[in-house]
Structures are given as C-alpha cells and as structure tokens.
C-alpha cells in the first residue's frame, strides 16, 4: 500500500472520533500501528504528540461505533494502550453473522474487545479474563464509562485449571507458561455454550486453549484470534480448525509471526 493511500486508510479510521480533538488523537493513535519500528524519530515524535493530548495522566478518545458514543481510556506514556486503541479505531476483528449469546474476551486487556463486541451485541453475556491487576483496572475503567456489564475473572487461559507463571514485558502485556521465575497466577479452560463468540490474544496459549475445548467436545460458533508464532507453528493451529468444522478467513500468509483470523462453525 503506498504512503497516500496509507494516509488516507487512517484518516478514514479517524472520522470515527466525535470531535476534532478525537479525530487528531485517533488519527495518531490508528498511525502508530502502520508505523515502522526503524522509524525512530519520527515515531517519538508521533508518540510525544498522542502524550501531549492527555488530561491528569489519561487519553480518552471519544468516538462512535455502529451509530454509538462509546469512550475509550488510555494510560499516559503506555504505547500499548495507544496501539489498542487504534486496532478499536480500526475494528480488528470481524463481527459475526448472528447474534451471540456469550462473548468470551480472552485476554481482555483493557477493554477494546469489550467496547468493540458489545456496540453490536449489547444483549450478550460478556465474560473478560485478564490476569494482569493493572490491566483489570484499566479495563474495569473502561467498561464503567461504557456501562457495560461484564463478569471480569483475573484469570489467564490454558488447557486446565493450574498455577502457572505471568511474564509481564513491556506496556503491561505478558504472557504466561509454565516456567519460572513470574508471577503465580491461576488458570482455566473457559466454559462454551450454545451461540458462543470467542475471542483469544493470549500470547501464544491458543495453542493450549484450542486442543483442549475440541477434546472436550466444545465448539465456540465463532472465533476470533490474533495467532502468536504463526510462521512456525500457525499452520497446526489452521489445520486443527479445518478438522473440526471451521472455515476460516483472514491473513494466513505463513510468512508473518503475528495474525488476526475468524473461524466460524455451523
């Protein structure tokens, strides 16, 4: 894509915010995700400008979604917070084509899912599992400001119920695995029900989570997943999906470690 129609792409995210000041903040915030890493200055730069838009040390973006006023809150000096915003902004993960009635938010963050999930189906059961305490905060945060109801459970996700260990890396995102040092924190297997809206960006535990719901004989009607690792071990993943039933859409490009995809199920 070239840079004019990159630009234009992220001006076109940015009209969602409700006013001028949303619409610059979001138009920052949506580039930060496009923008490469090398480039050093201009990303400070960038990022000094989304910073100087906060009030007492928080960015709330105002902006609408499917016709609704929905508000999302930020950490000043947190990139990550920035760059969810922005994947908000950008609506990463595609909607289903029915009505769920549970949404499951596995990794839940601070709450992008959740606003992004519930301005389509504001009558579904959310459930939001997130075990970084400060991430819960923000993420309560935001559901307040939203009033979204959701059962938060400061759980992480894996195959079964275990103490495994929380490596917290950098912008408060982590990952957990069975190997110390980190932080003990208590894991599940999430419960799925009929008409059950998935989603999963657990750092590399889908590949935990998956097996083991199908062993069990549990098939969530719609799943959508940023898969970690993906040019070395996504294609099993791909493959345990088709084998249950899925069809699947999205960027499966082997070549990339990070991607986003839908899989759905009749």
Known sequence: MSTINTLLTIANDARKGASWRDKWLSFLVTGLIVMGKHRINLRKWWLKQIDNLSIHNTLEIK?????????????????????????????????????????????????????????????????????????????????DLNNIEAEIRKLGLWSKETILYYHVSESHIGFIDENPPGTPIPCTLPEIKSDCWLKLDIEGAEYEVLPALFQKGQYPRWISMEIHYFNTKGESLLTLLREHGYEIEGDVDFAVNCTVISAYRN
């Open 63 to 143: 902006l609408k979604i499917e016709g609704k006023v929905k508000y999302f809150s930020m950490r000043r000096g947190n990139e990550a917070d920035y760059i969810i915003g922005g994947e908000l902004l950008k609506g990463s993960y595609k909607v289903p084509d029915f009505e769920p009635k549970i949404i499951i938010d596995g990794g839940a963050n601070i709450g992008m899912f959740a606003i992004h999930s519930n301005s389509y189906f504001p009558q579904a059961k959310l459930i939001c599992y997130e075990p970084d305490k400060d991430n819960v905060q923000q993420l309560q945060k935001n559901l």
